[in-house]
């Protein structure tokens, strides 16, 4: 799904979102919009958001709780200038292979941005370049302002 217009929105609700080759499945939303609830889905094979919200309306908000994703390679999550404090809570990600890319990317404007409660299972990075560390997660300042990152029951095994 692309979304080109900046002030459009998308909600994904109690979906399953299902590929039986990984290398096959596509991005499941293409978006110059930040305003995306993704709520309880599972996602399996499935190969991601992008949100490239520069344009978009500064009240707009990313929200992806209470999701599953089983079998993961590389970048599921690209939230690009993001003007309000997304959320990220509720979440379980396993049996991902990271090479040569994160896993989640998020650049913003916040002073603080939290993830709250969510599993990390089975990650595994190949690479010379892994960037974010062993769950390949990045979070960044668009303007590199020092910002509180706060992680509330996190999980990883």
Not at 44 to 63: K, R, T
């Amino acid at each position: 799904i692309k979304l080109s217009n900046h002030e459009s929105s998308i909600m994904f609700t109690n979906c399953i979102i299902s590929y039986d080759n990984i290398a096959a499945s596509v991005k499941i939303i293409y978006s110059d919009s930040g305003d995306i609830l993704v709520d309880n889905c599972q996602f399996n094979s499935a190969s991601g958001v992008i949100i490239n919200s520069e344009h978009s309306n500064l009240n707009q908000n990313f929200q992806f709780s209470n999701n599953c994703l089983d079998g993961q390679l590389n970048n599921f999550i690209s939230a690009r200038s993001v003007y309000t404090a997304p959320i990220i809570e509720n979440n379980t990600f396993k049996n991902v292979v990271l090479v040569n890319e994160s896993f989640i990317l998020i650049s913003h404007n916040q002073d603080e941005i939290r993830f709250v409660n969510n599993s990390f299972i089975d990650i595994i990075s190949f690479a010379d370049n892994v960037y974010g560390g062993g769950i390949g997660l990045v979070v960044q300042n668009l303007y590199e302002n020092l910002f509180v990152f706060i992680f509330n029951h996190l999980y990883y095994s």
